[in-house]
């Protein structure tokens, strides 16, 4: 079945590959195996009554002799949207808090430490209509509003440190929009926040008539369990992101997104993966899934009649290792709740292992960067 | 069949995978489907005659108003060496001349314009052994070597830019060897070199024993044909190398490798397809086969036996589109030419579309990479 009707791709290799195969198939496309996660039969109820599906694997480092293992669990979310048509926001906003609250507590039941939701996951992904209101209503203090203390409640129950993408609106700077992720401690502090570093100009993604760069740079917050950064969707196309996230310590970092097939589904398993190689840390992909149909009819600068569908997200959200294998995605049409255990400790023993921070000449960039930016710069080409 | 025998990932899914379900995973693990090249027939006689591989495919672009079509064809060669035990180093590059040879006959038939070799292709890949004789032997001047000559007269006998990587030996700055690669001109003139600028210390690749860092910095060719690059081996983990290879109008960019299964087998889809995405530009991954043996038993540092192999080399060697889209791999174990005909269009459109250039924020990165070089740099972490 095609688009949005298949399921995934794992699922099809494993009904049709016979075993040997399957196993070098695997092998080659997601490098060591990832070990399934024994999770208990009351979350898997509890995720089949709320109709989501969930999923659980561990990767594991070598036993050392001056470091504990690190194992923490990270709960990845991906999940679609209420239709908008005709919902007040307050109504939209509340029915993804009751939907999330459910997936959170089964990602409690199965241990997660650490939890991420996808990006601006209060709200549909209403970027492609060029309208501001209703949308920009849904909008919120990245300090005091709503979702915000929402999450603190949930961390401080679940014990959980909560990673929170909303749409922020800055009313000590001019009452300005962000793409934004709170990062909000397992006490139920705020920990800090983030903003989206880099913002796209891509099909029906016009985020920069809504939102800047963010202006935060590339903070790395320590948690109880392990050091966290996050790299909000369009950010995984930009390598020196990532890197700077890295440099500045992160273990793991995430990437909550929201993506839609026709453009980029054949990259979504490259990008995130090659982070997680190159700088020697887990990352963590995150789409959101299904079809958003908007009140009132757009185009999409591509030629094409008016409509008022988004496309569909994919979903397929993973989680990467510093040693390149990876999970499976969840399903690209279902909610669904990653867990995923961790040995932190993995993230050095690769970097000992490949040594890509050592050999990375960072000295040398810094330098041809700095002249690539002058107006003056002319390339270095070679003529005959 | 699991290790070496396994021929090659698209030959299994092919074989195994229902027609529409194979179309979805390709989709997904592809992108857009390229096109099958129609070859003459002659040329894969003589490939076959040759005992070597021969696909070919097409990237293809929309057509321009103010540009015309800017097609090109590069040729990937992937081939084993011959067994060193007991030959001379003379015989062994000689024997890899005649092969060469024979393989770029076929690639004229194919009308290849820029043919790309192996990384260090005229020697067994020596330096997990550590010795220094006879394998520096191997090493040429760049400029006036027999290899050199030899790649000057196939590029003028053929009208075809030959990118050649070879060991160097720099005569002129203390006798020392470095990791290079020469790029001949279709009109049989070095255009020039460029030198492999990050060097592995991982496993049996003991490379920083042999050579360092190069000092070359980031070169692009410009040939008849389009301008390229060319990053060496385990340059293709360090994502700023592709940045400054693009940045210098790079739209093709080399990956010439040895690297083998145990190792990197995961990682080879990622890394170079990832580059082709991030920097808007064509990627040429390019492994060498087969298994090597030496003369004398080494370690590799693994608490393991000492032996005389260097595992397989599993070539699989494939072409990435800036779209994300990319060839099928040549097989994992036998010597192939891979044939791709390009619109370097392509690589402007996609800028267009995605925008990385243009949002990459490169002054911010300078800014940030040079303090974190600073000994007194503290990365910027948030606590509670």
Redesign the interface.
């Known amino acids: 079945?095609?688009g949005a009707g298949?399921e995934s791709?794992e699922r099809?290799?494993e009904k049709?590959?016979?075993l040997?195969?399957l196993?070098?198939?695997k092998?080659?496309?997601?490098?060591?195996e990832t070990r399934k996660l024994d999770l208990p039969s009351r979350a898997f109820e509890a995720a089949s009554k709320g109709d989501f599906e969930l999923q659980g694997y561990a990767f594991q480092a070598v036993a050392e002799q001056q470091r504990r293992p690190r194992t923490v669990r990270m709960g990845l979310v991906q999940n679609r949207t209420p239709p908008p048509r005709g919902h007040p926001v307050v109504k939209q906003i509340t029915a993804l808090h009751r939907r999330i609250e459910a997936i959170v507590e089964v990602a409690a039941m199965c241990g997660v430490n650490i939890i991420c939701f996808q990006e601006a996951w209060t709200m549909p992904f209403a970027f492609c209509t060029r309208e501001k209101l209703p949308w920009t209503e849904f909008a919120e203090s990245a300090e005091d509003g709503p979702t915000t203390k929402f999450c603190q409640e949930l961390a401080r129950k679940h014990d959980m440190v909560v990673v929170s993408p909303i749409l922020e609106r800055d009313t000590e700077h001019g009452d300005i929009l962000w793409n934004t992720a709170m990062?909000i401690?397992n006490?139920g502090?705020i920990?800090?926040k983030t903003r989206k570093?880099?913002?796209?100009?891509?099909?029906d993604f016009n985020e920069s008539t809504y939102y800047m760069?963010g202006n935060l740079?590339?903070?790395?917050?320590?948690?109880q369990f392990g050091?966290i950064a996050v790299n909000i969707c369009?950010g995984r196309?930009?390598?020196?992101n990532?890197?700077?996230y890295s440099?500045?310590?992160a273990e793991v970092i995430f990437n909550p997104s929201a993506t839609i097939g026709a453009l980029?589904?054949?990259?979504w398993?490259?990008?995130a993966?090659?982070a997680a190689?190159?700088n020697h840390c887990f990352t963590c992909a995150i789409n959101r899934v299904g079809e958003e149909f908007f009140p009132n009819e757009f185009t999409s600068g591509d030629g094409k009649k008016a409509h008022r569908d988004f496309g569909y997200f994919y979903g397929s959200s993973y989680v990467a290792a510093p040693d390149?294998?990876r999970t499976p995605g969840l399903s690209r049409n279902r909610d669904g709740l990653l867990v995923t255990e961790l040995d932190l400790n993995l993230c050095r023993q690769v970097n000992d292992?490949?040594?890509?921070k050592?050999?990375?000449?960072?000295?040398?960039?810094?330098?041809?960067?700095?002249e690539?930016?002058q107006p003056s710069y002319s390339?270095?080409?070679?003529?005959?």
């Open positions: 079945m095609a298949f791709l099809c290799l049709h590959l016979p040997a195969d196993q070098e198939v092998r080659i496309l997601y490098g060591k990062v401690s006490s502090a920990l800090g570093n880099h913002i796209p100009r891509v099909g760069e740079g590339h903070p790395v917050f320590q948690t050091r369009y196309h930009h390598p020196l990532w890197l700077m440099i500045n310590g980029s589904e054949s990259l398993p490259i990008e993966r090659n190689i190159a390149g294998s292992i490949w040594g890509f050592m050999t990375g000449r960072y000295e040398m960039y810094a330098r041809e960067l700095a690539a930016v390339p270095k080409i070679v003529k005959e």
